[in-house]
């Protein structure tokens, strides 16, 4: 069975820092790999997708994530940081077997300090 | 454009009380969709999924149903609430292709609270 870790429920950077969430999976091929935000009281939005080609994906606000196969690993990364980046980001998983069934990790809350 | 409405926005029920939930797409025909539940500060488990009128497909058993009774509603219920069903409840659609990576495009939530 598929599954995504999220080993940190919380990350704390200063305005202007750069930004690295983690995101592990387990599944036995390449699966569709995603990036969403929550903002409070809200449901999700895309930040941004993979699912084959060129490892690095651009989203939207300048997040960019990196896929690496042999890490099983697809970590969202941003150069700097805004406040109004605060949010909680989920990394996704899809099997290409079914792509109706979307697997979202733990999540990661981001709190940006001004 | 393609909105995507779900009510109510929160609900109090009562242990053992039915619920019913709703979530309704317009601008887009044959949408697949989704039912997520979200633990306070968790994260989210799918429920059900749609992928046409009237076919629902259970992810989960947590003592809740799903129908699609048109193209564009999809209703989440049950005849006795539990304390555990507490949370936020998020409606989603994608596309129905099914062949690629598909985004989720989900409502703003209903937060129930069971006491």
């Known amino acids: 069975a598929q599954s995504v870790t999220q080993p940190d429920a919380r990350v704390t950077v200063s305005e202007g820092a750069s930004l690295q969430l983690r995101c592990k999976y387990s599944?036995?091929?390449?699966?569709?790999l995603f990036w969403y935000v929550q903002y409070p009281r809200q449901g999700l939005q895309l930040l941004l997708k993979?699912?084959?080609?060129?490892?690095v994906v651009q989203g939207v606000n300048s997040f960019e994530a990196e896929f690496s196969k042999s890490n099983s690993s697809f970590h969202l990364q941003k150069a700097s940081v805004h406040w109004s980046d605060s949010a909680v980001y989920f990394c996704?998983?899809?099997?290409?077997?079914?792509?109706?069934?979307?697997?979202f990790g733990t999540g990661t809350r981001l709190q940006v300090l001004p | 454009a393609q909105t995507i409405h779900q009510w109510p926005v929160a609900e109090i029920k009562a242990v053992g009380s039915p619920l019913s939930l709703g979530c309704t797409i317009k601008?887009?025909?044959?949408?697949?969709l989704y039912w997520y539940w979200q633990a306070t500060g968790g994260t989210l488990q799918q429920l059900f999924y749609?992928?046409?009128?009237?076919?629902v497909e259970s992810v989960v058993q947590l003592n809740l149903s799903a129908s699609r009774p048109k193209d564009d509603q999809f209703i989440l219920s049950t005849e006795k609430l539990l304390l555990s069903h507490s949370g936020f409840y998020l409606c989603?659609?994608?596309?129905?292709?099914?062949?690629?990576?598909?985004?989720?495009?989900f409502g703003s939530g209903t937060r129930l609270t069971v006491l």
């Open positions: 996704a998983l899809s099997p290409h077997s079914n792509t109706n069934k979307v697997v």
């Open positions: 989603a659609w994608s596309l129905s292709r099914g062949t690629s990576a598909e985004t989720l495009y």
């Open positions: 993979y699912y084959s080609g060129d490892p």
């Open positions: 749609s992928i046409t009128v009237g076919q």
């Open positions: 599944y036995s091929a390449t699966p569709y």
């Open positions: 601008g887009k025909s044959s949408p697949n």
